[in-house]
């Protein structure tokens, strides 16, 4: 009686994990056949799931999806899924900073962002090496630039705390001026401070797309189709954009990308600043999808 006339799922990743797929797979089934329209929101899909055929069928119940990276799309469309697939940017990329101020002795432009999540670590291979890696890092930076390094969090959910894994990593530099450690903020706050970096180490999707989307040179810590897809369509190649931690086999690994990213840096500058106007404006293009689907619905 009350029911409304479309949907919109906005978890990006949620067919990413068992748990969450099986429910967006129940909830799209059952407002379909409640005579609803649903739309799958600035999503990401490993390509392996959709050789599934519950996979393929439930994707063809929804009226638009809007994957943000290529590979997602390309794989929809290898499965039959196209009358319904419109790619779009992540909509993040279109979120506006607000300043906020930063600690005495922050370098502005000559700061590393360091961004690192629980949900990585639970995907390494060999036991430690994620967090060995970033101290290693952290180590380097302090001995051979005068670099500051802010440890950013991005996500502060129940056992999914960036906050905690940070402060674990945070310990031994407590004294060290040219360390700091940020607290909560809002997503925008969060994006003002990763926009002062010279460059930015990241593992959170989101924490990442701020950092492209100010124009700084960014290492992904990934682990999924998202972190490839989205750095394949900035730059062409994911290839030393993206180091899969569960790649990770020595503690030298992220020094070594970190390098190749500081030496780059003015040249991946360039190609973000060249790209990233029309990306941005492609990123809000999707709300007017939107519009129109509710438009059909509602005259």
Request: with cysteine.
């Amino acid at each position: 009686k009350n029911r409304a006339p479309l949907y919109v799922s906005v978890g990006g990743d949620m067919y990413c994990y068992e748990t969450s797929r099986k429910e967006a797979i129940v909830a799209n089934s059952t407002f379909n056949r409640a005579g609803a329209k649903t739309v799958l929101w600035g999503c990401s899909i490993e390509p392996e799931l959709l050789q599934e055929p519950g996979m393929v069928e439930d994707m063809k119940r929804y009226a638009l999806i809007t994957p943000r990276e290529s590979i997602t799309e390309q794989a929809l469309r290898q499965a039959g899924v196209t009358e319904n697939v419109k790619r779009f940017p992540d909509p993040a990329f279109s979120l506006q900073a607000e300043k906020v101020k930063l600690p005495e002795g922050f370098r502005e432009g000559a700061t590393v962002g360091i961004n690192i999540s629980p949900m990585i670590i639970r995907y390494e291979k060999e036991p430690g090496i994620t967090l060995a890696n970033y101290r290693k890092l952290i180590d380097h930076i302090l001995q051979t630039t005068d670099n500051s390094v802010a440890l950013i969090p991005h996500v502060m959910w129940n056992n999914n705390d960036d906050r905690l894994t940070l402060a674990e990593l945070y310990r031994g530099y407590e004294c060290d001026a040219r360390v700091f450690l940020f607290p909560d903020m809002p997503c925008q706050q969060v994006k003002y401070v990763i926009s002062k970096c010279s460059v930015f180490i990241g593992a959170r999707t989101h924490a990442t797309i701020a950092a492209y989307s100010s124009l700084v040179p960014t290492l992904v810590v990934g682990y999924s189709v998202k972190a490839r897809g989205i750095a394949r369509d900035l730059f062409g190649t994911e290839e030393k954009y993206v180091l899969p931690v569960q790649s990770l086999q020595t503690s030298d690994a992220l020094i070594e990308a970190y390098e190749w990213l500081a030496g780059e840096e003015t040249a991946i500058r360039a190609r973000l600043q060249e790209v990233m106007a029309s990306y941005c404006e492609d990123a809000v293009k999707a709300g007017e999808e939107i519009r129109r689907l509710w438009k059909q619905l509602t005259e």
